[in-house]
Nanobody, 121 residues
Framework: QVQLVESGGGLVQAGGSLRLSCAAS????????MGWFRQAPGKERDFVAS????????HYADSVKGRFTISRDNAKNAVYLQMNSLKPEDTAVYYC??????????????WGQGTQVTVSS
């Protein structure tokens, strides 16, 4: 079992930056692929970024490539999402997710409670 707790959301102006953090419980954190997803009001939950267990492989949604960076610190049982050049369309609830599989998708078994990110124009 893995429990995930996100933090770092907030209100920021367009062009600004935020760094989201996800703290994980469990002694085998490095064996979990982790990811960030987001859900805007009235929309489906969408993939944002993912990272492999040891951090060597990352993937990004086209909409955030070049602006967002996912990273992890296995010694701290944490995964991060650095968000730069934020746009109003990035406004959503951001969720951290984890899986002991290879690929983290919306079907991942472990989810945090979400953190709100609001980007004003």
């Amino acid at each position: 079992q893995v429990q995930l707790v996100e933090s770092g959301g907030g209100l920021v102006q367009a062009g600004g930056s935020l760094r989201l953090s996800c703290a994980a419980s469990g002694r085998t954190f490095s064996s979990y692929a982790m990811g960030w997803f987001r859900q805007a009001p009235g929309k489906e939950r969408d993939f944002v970024a993912s990272i492999s267990g040891h951090g060597g492989t990352t993937h990004y949604a086209d909409s955030v490539k070049g602006r967002f960076t996912i990273s992890r610190d296995n010694a701290k049982n944490a995964v991060y999402l650095q968000m730069n050049s934020l746009k109003p369309e990035d406004t959503a609830v951001y969720y951290c997710a984890g899986t002991d599989g290879v690929v983290v998708t919306t079907g991942a078994p472990y989810w945090g409670q979400g953190t709100q990110v609001t980007v004003s124009s």
